[in-house]
């Protein structure tokens, strides 16, 4: 890297500060105190409870892009619901056989673990818990952990997988009204029955109500690209983040698939922002503003 490169010393300091912030904000009361103020020895920082921020003496880009990325999600007005995908360039998010680790590169898995930490429940489904296995904890950052869902009305997903077996976290199993509990998951598992139509599928507004009965206000929905879909279609997304990685697997898996549309106004348009992530390129996708 050449010296007029190098980033200025206080990088890592503003990055830091940026991130405390938002994670200060994820939980801040902004009706009864619309304005936060995080200070640091050498530097201001405000926030607002519009998703606006102010920084004395101005932050790095790297630290401004943080919080214009984030800030949206923990803002009074902020989303209830983040939907995230990782895919390739042309919308796959796995191969044939599942195998995703990993489509996008270390950076983007560093936003994932932040899109965790700012919300209170994580949920994936059936497919991403059976062939992923995955923790579902924060670990890329420092943060809070959240309480990890998995869609299984079925009750298909094998007790051997760590949600159900990794008693450090909290973890909530949704299984379909009348399915029996599987035994021999840990104690850190509650379950909770919703109802199914004649397909078997839940409805996702279901869904985010149980979370919300269940003290989780914001919701990221992680995967995989059916759970995502589905809540989409049902317009229960407020947000998407689609991380898309300069990749062509060419077959696989899909992210999105939507109800068949005839022509391109049915589309959906959504107010879109886009940052670097590494070597990816984030869309931060405003669906709510899109669907009015
Ligand atoms: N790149 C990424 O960002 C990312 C993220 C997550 C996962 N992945 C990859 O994605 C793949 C899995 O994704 P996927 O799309 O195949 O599966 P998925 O979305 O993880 O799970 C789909 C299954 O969840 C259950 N489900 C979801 N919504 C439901 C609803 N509304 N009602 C009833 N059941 C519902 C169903 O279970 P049943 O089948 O039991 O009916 C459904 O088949 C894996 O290969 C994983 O590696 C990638």
């Given amino acids: 890297m050449s010296e007029l490169a190098a980033p200025p010393p206080h990088a890592d300091a503003d990055l830091a500060l940026a991130w405390q912030a938002l994670c200060a904000a994820r939980d801040h009361p902004w009706t009864a105190q619309p304005r936060l103020v995080i200070n640091r ?15 004395e003496p101005p932050l790095t880009q790297a630290a401004g892009d943080l919080l214009g990325g984030l800030m949206p999600l923990v803002c009074d007005a902020g989303p209830r619901v983040v939907a995230q995908l990782g ?11 599942g195998h995703s680790h ?31 296995d995955p923790q579902l904890s924060v670990r890329h950052v420092e943060g809070r952990q959240p309480l990890r869902v998995v869609l ?3 009750g298909r997903v094998p007790v051997a997988r760590r949600v159900f077996q990794d008693p450090t976290l909290p973890t909530l199993h949704l299984l379909g009204e009348g399915v029996a509990a599987p035994e021999g998951v840990g104690a850190h598992v509650t379950r909770c029955w919703l109802t199914q139509d ?3 599928r839940v409805a996702p507004q279901a869904v985010i109500e149980a979370l919300q009965k269940a003290g989780c206000r914001r919701v990221l929905v992680e995967g ?25 697997i060419g077959s ?16 959906l348009r959504p107010v879109a922002r886009r940052f670097d992530c590494g070597d990816d390129t984030l869309f931060d996708l405003s669906l709510r503003l899109a669907s009015g």
Avoid: K, M
Avoid at 41 to 55: I, K, N, S
Avoid at 224 to 248: E, K, M, N, W, Y
């Fill in 224 to 248: 995989g690209g059916q759970t995502v879909s589905q809540f989409i279609a049902a317009g229960c997304v407020d947000r998407l983040h689609l991380l898309v990685a300069p990749l062509l």
């Fill in 87 to 97: 895919q390739s360039l042309d919308g796959r998010i796995a191969t044939h056989s």
């Fill in 198 to 200: 004649a397909a078997g």
């Fill in 152 to 154: 299984d009305p079925r």
């Fill in 41 to 55: 020895d050498d530097a201001t920082l405000t926030l607002d409870r519009g998703g606006h921020w102010h920084a």
């Fill in 252 to 267: 696989g898996r899909p992210g999105l698939v939507l109800p068949v549309i005839d022509t391109l106004d049915q589309a």
């Fill in 102 to 132: 990993y489509v996008n590169g270390l950076d983007s898995r560093v936003h994932l673990h932040r899109l965790r930490a700012l919300v209170d429940a994580v949920l994936v489904g059936a497919g991403t818990a059976d062939e992923d």
